[in-house]
């Protein structure tokens, strides 16, 4: 039987993209659902007693199945809480069978309070909403996407500057890590969160040594670990940060192969944050990409997933996938997919990419070809 449920808008998402949330949220819900559940969904936006929402259609008949599609509701970088339509019989046919909305209690995937995210800000701050979107994109493309909800998902952002994608990925129960190359925003990363972990009361260690490769002095190296309690901090449990100081493009010397599960990443616009590439600040994040590329997927595991964010107006669809192809990772969204304005200097996408051997390759390419023919 087709279950019908609503994902009810969180109004901030309406705030944060003026008129692309919507659409913003579609192309979300169609990639996560579609690659976490194997087939291209039915989803929709919807009004809704004058709330936005995505409507869902689902064939789920066991409960597991509908707890799971849930979950994945739940965990839309949008969404504010999930409705399931609910048709009652009625027994007088001259009542109108008017559907009824029955609220889903959600299980909870954060570990952590929201401030993690936003009490930090500064100019060049990935939206966290934005953030946890790339984040869900890339997990999602994982063979290893159940990771995103158990802790065991290896994420990294190589391009991390203060933190965000990595402050949503402890609230998400992770332990990634994140290079950056500015070291001001290394120091920075280190006094918030020792803060928020003092202020939080959670056990931790905070550690910064040299970061050296074959003898040769990068920058520093930031070693994090939050733990509920003494005994799991004693043990090497809870949850690791690790913030490597260095260029992005020596990050295949520093991590193990085929390690990572998921990359995410906002690629400098050229606007607040330039990119660094052979010492030279440069506008355009090519050069850079063109550098690193190589080395980040010497570190992805063959079933890993890639959000990259680009202002189009500094990198294009076409460059891009060609700097990517190069390196036998394969760029699976459509050109436009997610694109939106940010503001006057700032035309974002995102590109979805997966390494050309990834195992769904084909299943995901099908998704994408569905997106194409909606938006064609
Ligand atoms: C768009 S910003 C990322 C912002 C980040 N998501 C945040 O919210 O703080 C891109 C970052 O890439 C860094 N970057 C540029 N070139 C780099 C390189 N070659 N290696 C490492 N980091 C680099 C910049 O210093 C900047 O912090």
């Given at each position: 039987m087709t279950q019908v449920s609503l994902a009810?808008?969180?109004?901030?998402?309406?705030?944060?993209?003026?008129?692309?949330?919507?659409a913003l949220a579609l192309a979300e819900a169609h990639w996560v659902l579609g690659a976490h559940r194997g087939t291209v969904p039915v989803v929709s936006e919807r009004?809704?007693?004058?709330?936005?929402a995505l409507e869902v259609h689902t064939d789920d008949d066991a409960a597991p199945a509908t707890a799971a599609t849930g979950r994945l509701l739940g965990s839309l970088s949008?969404t504010?809480?999930v409705?399931d339509v609910?048709?009652?019989?009625?027994?007088?046919?001259?009542?109108?069978?008017?559907?009824?909305?029955?609220?889903r209690?959600?299980?909870?995937?954060?570990?952590?309070?929201?401030?993690?995210?936003?009490?930090?800000?500064?100019?060049?701050?990935?939206?966290?909403?934005?953030?946890?979107l790339?984040?869900n994109l890339a997990a999602a493309l994982s063979t290893r996407r159940e990771g995103l909800f158990?802790?065991?998902?290896?994420?990294?952002?190589?391009?991390?500057?203060?933190?965000?994608?990595?402050?949503?990925?402890?609230?998400?129960?992770?332990?990634?890590?994140?290079?950056?190359?500015?070291?001001?925003?290394?120091?920075?990363?280190?006094?918030?969160?020792?803060?928020?972990?003092?202020?939080?009361?959670?056990?931790?260690?905070?550690?910064?040594?040299?970061?050296?490769?074959?003898?040769?002095?990068?920058?520093?190296?930031?070693?994090?670990?939050?733990?509920?309690?003494?005994?799991?901090?004693?043990?090497?449990?809870?949850?690791?940060?690790?913030?490597?100081?260095?260029?992005?493009?020596?990050?295949?010397?520093?991590?193990?192969?085929?390690?990572?599960?998921a990359?995410?990443?906002?690629?400098?616009?050229?606007?607040?944050?330039?990119?660094?590439?052979?010492?030279?600040?440069?506008?355009?994040?090519?050069?850079?990409?063109?550098?690193?590329?190589?080395?980040?997927?010497?570190?992805?595991?063959?079933g890993a997933g890639?959000a990259?964010?680009?202002?189009?107006?500094?990198?294009?669809?076409?460059?891009?996938?060609?700097?990517?192809?190069?390196?036998?990772?394969q760029?699976l969204s459509p050109?436009?997919a997610f694109?939106?304005?940010?503001?006057?200097?700032?035309?974002?996408?995102?590109?979805l990419a997966v390494?050309?051997?990834h195992p769904r390759v084909e299943q995901l390419a099908a998704l994408a070809a569905d997106q194409e023919n909606r938006t064609s």
């Amino acid at each position: 039987m087709t279950q019908v449920s609503l994902a009810v808008r969180a109004p901030s998402a309406n705030r944060v993209y003026a008129q692309a949330a919507g659409a913003l949220a579609l192309a979300e819900a169609h990639w996560v659902l579609g690659a976490h559940r194997g087939t291209v969904p039915v989803v929709s936006e919807r009004v809704v007693g004058g709330m936005d929402a995505l409507e869902v259609h689902t064939d789920d008949d066991a409960a597991p199945a509908t707890a799971a599609t849930g979950r994945l509701l739940g965990s839309l970088s949008s969404t504010l809480g999930v409705l399931d339509v609910v048709e009652e019989p009625t027994t007088s046919p001259a009542v109108s069978a008017a559907p009824l909305l029955r609220p889903r209690d959600l299980p909870g995937i954060l570990h952590h309070p929201a401030d993690l995210e936003t009490i930090l800000r500064y100019p060049g701050k990935t939206n966290e909403q934005f953030t946890a979107l790339l984040i869900n994109l890339a997990a999602a493309l994982s063979t290893r996407r159940e990771g995103l909800f158990d802790g065991s998902l290896s994420l990294l952002d190589p391009l991390c500057g203060r933190g965000t994608t990595l402050n949503r990925a402890l609230r998400l129960g992770l332990s990634p890590i994140g290079a950056e190359i500015d070291r001001k925003d290394i120091e920075e990363y280190r006094a918030f969160l020792g803060t928020w972990l003092r202020d939080h009361r959670l056990r931790h260690t905070l550690d910064s040594t040299r970061l050296t490769v074959h003898g040769e002095q990068l920058g520093t190296r930031l070693e994090v670990q939050l733990a509920p309690d003494k005994r799991t901090l004693r043990d090497g449990g809870g949850q690791h940060v690790t913030v490597l100081g260095c260029d992005t493009v020596r990050l295949g010397e520093l991590l193990p192969d085929a390690s990572v599960d998921a990359l995410v990443a906002d690629l400098p616009y050229g606007v607040q944050h330039g990119s660094r590439a052979g010492g030279a600040w440069q506008r355009s994040p090519l050069e850079v990409l063109r550098a690193a590329v190589p080395g980040w997927r010497r570190l992805l595991r063959d079933g890993a997933g890639l959000a990259l964010a680009v202002n189009r107006r500094t990198l294009d669809h076409e460059q891009a996938s060609a700097v990517l192809a190069g390196s036998g990772l394969q760029v699976l969204s459509p050109d436009g997919a997610f694109r939106h304005r940010v503001d006057r200097s700032i035309d974002r996408d995102v590109l979805l990419a997966v390494p050309s051997n990834h195992p769904r390759v084909e299943q995901l390419a099908a998704l994408a070809a569905d997106q194409e023919n909606r938006t064609s």
